[in-house]
């Protein structure tokens, strides 16, 4: 029998989200039904709700989730009704071009539940990186939901989900941050502290945190910065040099998504270093226009990170685990916990920089 539950919906570009009614069907083959427990607010759910990455109106919005499996659909051999999951938007298919040469973190064919969740009156709704998880119950593929340790609160650990896992992996997995190396970070939000946090993990030593806010940059200490810049106050790549022994750093991970910063991380890169560029920019935006002498001389590498490179059933467990032993404060990303009713005030806070994630809690 589909459900009726309450989930957030945007219904039109640049309007006020509202509770509706979301009608979640049975799990069918392939699916599983997820009872939410957590999710987080991401800048992509607003970026959904302005109408930003398409027209698919209605919207249900919520992708950074963790929650108990309600239910499986047929052929679901490694979820059990009880599991405990942090779902993800990178269900591997195992079958394309990618995943068959041994690289499904770059899967090109990820999978999402075939049935349509939709309104009362029968409106398909298109869930947020095919998710869909400020509601109640949200139906996705088995292989979006990646089992994790239990014990781990949904809250801290759902935030996995996206944005703090795509930061960690910007440092960790694409930029193969190494022990001893020095980083850059350049916008200190969710993203860039988790990437800040892995690159401490990853054992850099000198981590420069840059941001144009004061308060995002003691937060970035928090993380693990060892240098903080103001970039609103001075010249960022100067000050990325001075902190490296006038070098620049090994790993420059842009996490803001604009041309001019992504050229500040080009620069601010040592001689054969690594940029990682993880933020996400809008379709308007172009390249820097850089002397070509500059890319070839200076060599390294340039990369952009999807999801930081992360493959969720290798890297949920792991980091879940690592969270457990107080070796990655996963709880401090969370700023506040919230209702599914208070999503659009979160949005305001996002855009005014106060929070670096509220998080709904069912
Ligand atoms: N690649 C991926 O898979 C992936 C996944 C999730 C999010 N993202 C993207 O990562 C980016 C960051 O996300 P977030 O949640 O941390 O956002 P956020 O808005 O919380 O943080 C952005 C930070 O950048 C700072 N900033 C803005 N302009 C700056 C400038 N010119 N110089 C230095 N700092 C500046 C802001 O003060 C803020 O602290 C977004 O573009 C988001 O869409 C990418
Ligand atoms: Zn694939
Ligand atoms: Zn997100």
Same mark, same amino acid.
């Given at each position: 029998?589909?459900?009726?539950?309450?989930?957030?919906?945007?219904?039109?570009?640049?309007?006020?989200?509202?509770?509706?009614?979301?009608?979640?069907?049975?799990?069918?083959?392939?699916?599983?039904?997820?009872?939410?427990?957590?999710?987080?607010?991401?800048?992509?759910?607003?970026?959904?709700?302005?109408?930003?990455?398409?027209?698919?109106?209605?919207?249900?919005?919520?992708?950074?989730?963790?929650?108990?499996?309600?239910?499986?659909?047929?052929?679901?051999?490694? +979820?059990?009704?009880?599991?405990?999951?942090? +779902?993800?938007?990178?269900?591997?298919?195992?079958?394309?071009?990618?995943?068959?040469?041994?690289?499904?973190?770059?899967?090109?064919?990820?999978?999402?539940?075939?049935?349509?969740?939709?309104?009362?009156?029968?409106?398909?709704?298109?869930?947020?990186?095919?998710?869909?998880?400020?509601?109640?119950?949200?139906?996705?593929?088995?292989?979006?939901?990646?089992?994790?340790?239990?014990?781990?609160?949904?809250?801290?650990?759902? +935030?996995?989900?996206?944005?703090?896992?795509?930061?960690?992996?910007?440092?960790?997995?694409?930029?193969?941050?190494?022990?001893?190396?020095?980083?850059?970070?350049?916008?200190?939000?969710?993203?860039?502290?988790?990437?800040?946090?892995?690159?401490?993990?990853?054992?850099?030593?000198?981590?420069?945190?840059?941001?144009?806010?004061?308060?995002?940059?003691?937060?970035?200490?928090?993380?693990?910065?060892?240098?903080?810049?103001?970039?609103?106050?001075?010249?960022?790549?100067?000050?990325?040099?001075?902190?490296?022994?006038?070098?620049?750093?090994?790993?420059?991970?842009?996490?803001?998504?604009?041309?001019?910063?992504?050229?500040?991380?080009?620069?601010?890169?040592?001689?054969?270093?690594?940029?990682?560029?993880?933020?996400?920019?809008?379709?308007?935006?172009?390249?820097?226009?850089?002397?070509?002498?500059?890319?070839?001389?200076?060599?390294?590498? +340039?990369?952009?990170?999807?999801?930081?490179?992360?493959?969720?059933?290798?890297?949920?467990?792991?980091?879940?685990?690592?969270?457990?032993?107080?070796?990655?404060?996963?709880?401090?990303?969370?700023?506040?916990?919230?209702?599914?009713?208070?999503?659009?005030?979160?949005?305001?806070?996002?855009?005014?920089?106060?929070?670096?994630?509220?998080?709904?809690?069912?």
């Amino acid at each position: 029998m589909p459900q009726t539950v309450r989930g957030v919906v945007a219904t039109n570009a640049k309007e006020p989200v509202s509770i509706l009614p979301v009608v979640v069907p049975d799990p069918g083959p392939g699916e599983a039904l997820v009872r939410v427990q957590a999710c987080g607010v991401c800048h992509t759910d607003l970026h959904y709700r302005e109408g930003g990455i398409n027209d698919e109106f209605p919207f249900l919005l919520g992708h950074e989730a963790a929650g108990l499996v309600e239910a499986v659909g047929d052929g679901v051999r490694d +979820l059990f009704p009880g599991d405990f999951v942090v +779902l993800n938007w990178r269900a591997v298919c195992g079958t394309c071009r990618s995943c068959r040469r041994g690289r499904p973190w770059h899967c090109f064919s990820t999978f999402n539940a075939s049935q349509r969740m939709s309104l009362e009156d029968g409106t398909p709704l298109s869930p947020a990186l095919g998710i869909g998880a400020f509601a109640e119950k949200t139906l996705v593929a088995a292989g979006q939901a990646t089992k994790v340790d239990p014990s781990a609160r949904p809250e801290a650990v759902g +935030l996995l989900g996206c944005g703090v896992m795509a930061g960690l992996g910007a440092s960790m997995l694409t930029g193969n941050v190494q022990r001893g190396d020095s980083v850059a970070v350049f916008g200190c939000g969710g993203v860039g502290d988790a990437a800040i946090a892995g690159a401490k993990l990853a054992g850099a030593t000198t981590i420069v945190a840059v941001d144009l806010e004061d308060r995002k940059l003691a937060l970035a200490r928090e993380f693990g910065a060892t240098h903080t810049v103001n970039a609103a106050r001075v010249d960022a790549v100067e000050a990325v040099r001075e902190a490296t022994g006038g070098f620049g750093a090994d790993v420059c991970v842009e996490a803001v998504g604009n041309p001019k910063v992504l050229e500040q991380a080009f620069f601010a890169r040592d001689l054969a270093g690594t940029v990682v560029q993880v933020g996400v920019p809008t379709p308007d935006m172009k390249l820097p226009d850089l002397p070509m002498i500059e890319f070839f001389g200076r060599g390294g590498a +340039l990369k952009p990170s999807w999801y930081g490179d992360c493959l969720p059933s290798r890297d949920f467990p792991y980091l879940v685990d690592l969270y457990l032993q107080g070796r990655l404060d996963l709880d401090r990303f969370v700023s506040e916990t919230i209702s599914l009713d208070e999503v659009e005030e979160a949005f305001h806070k996002m855009e005014r920089g106060e929070v670096l994630r509220s998080v709904v809690v069912l």
